[in-house]
């Protein structure tokens, strides 16, 4: 079955922790975007990256940051730094060519006390 | 900056019943603009995708339409049962930030039986 699975699907951590969420994909696509979900507000685009070893900040990097080493794999990392961080997060890849559908992951639900 | 809108925020009908959702956007430069499904909880599900040269995209009983020069899309969903309960999001995507995606707070939907 080709997906983007998350892990985990909850997640609890004290103030001051840094925390990593995971995301895995085995549709063989190229993009990877990370979104935060708050309660009445759209997705909002955190970090993304296009192909391997490449990455970009989205509209509200500030306090995360990613990595891709590998194809399948775009983890993002909730530092200290985040003011906020208790949200919704939610994996999407996309192909990378001009349909650019976005298939997302199930989220995980962060928790910072 | 792009806006996305989506009135209403909520929805009630009974079952059985053709019902039309509606997505509003501030700049009509649009790549395209997809639809989206979210269970309580969960990730987004993808429905449909209108690229900015269609008018129109159908898949069963959904049927999502683009005016560009309005800055409208709708999406109807016909002969509606309780398990379409959701939210119902709508995202644009820029021509200029190839990454750049912007979404609706969606419509939350529910059908009664």
């Known amino acids: 079955d080709g997906g983007i699975t998350q892990s985990p699907k909850y997640l609890f951590r004290k103030e001051g922790q840094n925390v990593t969420l995971s995301c895995e994909q085995n549709?063989?696509?190229?993009?990877m975007y990370w979104y935060r979900q708050d309660p009445g507000q759209g997705l909002r685009l955190i970090y993304y990256?296009?192909?391997?070893?490449?990455?970009q900040k989205g509209d509200i990097a500030e306090g995360y940051s990613v990595s891709r080493e590998k194809k399948e794999s775009f983890p993002l990392t909730v530092t200290s730094a985040q003011k906020n961080p208790t949200a919704f997060y939610l994996c999407?890849?996309?192909?990378?060519?001009?349909?650019?559908?976005?298939?997302f992951g199930p989220g995980t639900r962060l928790t910072v006390t | 900056k792009q806006e996305v809108t989506q009135i209403p925020a909520a929805l009630s009908v009974p079952e059985g019943e053709n019902l039309v959702l509606n997505c509003s956007f501030t700049?009509?430069?649009?790549?395209?603009l997809q639809w989206f499904r979210q269970d309580p909880g969960k990730g987004l599900t993808s429905l449909l995708l209108?690229?900015?040269?269609?008018r129109e995209q159908t898949s069963g009983r959904l049927n999502a339409s683009l005016d560009k020069s309005s800055g409208r899309s709708t999406l109807y969903i016909a002969a509606s049962q309780p398990g379409d309960s959701a939210t119902y999001l709508c995202?644009?995507?820029?021509?200029?930030?190839?990454?750049?995606?912007?979404f609706g707070t969606g419509t939350k939907l529910q059908v009664i039986p």
């Open positions: 999407a890849s996309a192909r990378g060519t001009s349909s650019n559908e976005q298939y």
């Open positions: 549709l063989n696509h190229d993009a």
């Open positions: 990256s296009q192909i391997v070893n490449d990455f």
């Open positions: 700049d009509s430069a649009i790549y395209n």
């Open positions: 209108i690229q900015s040269s269609q």
């Open positions: 995202a644009v995507r820029d021509p200029r930030g190839y990454q750049k995606v912007t």
